[in-house]
């Protein structure tokens, strides 16, 4: 059974940190690429960003590029995003997911395999 746990999120001022991780099990996790998204309420689901198998090479959205950094520790199967000079906007559900062979460059939410459930973040302003 493929499982994917977000956890970290939570309520936190604007100018604030928060460090998501998300726990894989069930999948050869070094062989997929990782890619975090987010949506707000009534919007669509967005690119955040996304690493590669081996963790050198990323992508990010504009939005969060210079403060969100993506990476990953494949002997835990898990993979992080430090989310730095949080604002307002930046409040949504984060979801990481799972794309098998893919280069960590994918934006397109298609091209993920498998899909957490979900943490919330919230940014106070």
């Known amino acids: 059974q493929v499982q994917l746990v977000e956890s970290g999120g939570g309520l936190v001022q604007a100018g604030g940190s928060l460090r998501l991780s998300c726990a894989v099990s069930g999948i050869t996790f070094n062989i997929y690429a990782m890619g975090w998204f987010r949506q707000a309420p009534g919007k669509e689901r967005l690119f955040v960003a996304a690493?590669?198998?081996?963790?050198?090479?990323?992508n990010y959205a504009d939005s969060v590029k210079g403060r969100f950094t993506i990476s990953r520790d494949n002997a835990k199967n898990t993979v992080y995003l430090q989310m730095n000079s949080l604002n307002p906007e930046d409040t949504a559900v984060y979801y990481c997911?799972?794309?098998?062979?893919?280069?960590?460059?994918?934006?397109?939410?298609?091209?993920?395999?498998?899909w957490g459930q979900g943490t919330q973040v919230t940014v106070s302003s």
């Open positions: 997911a799972a794309d098998k062979y893919g280069i960590g460059r994918s934006s397109a939410t298609v091209a993920y395999e498998y």
């Open positions: 690493i590669s198998w081996s963790g050198d090479s990323t």
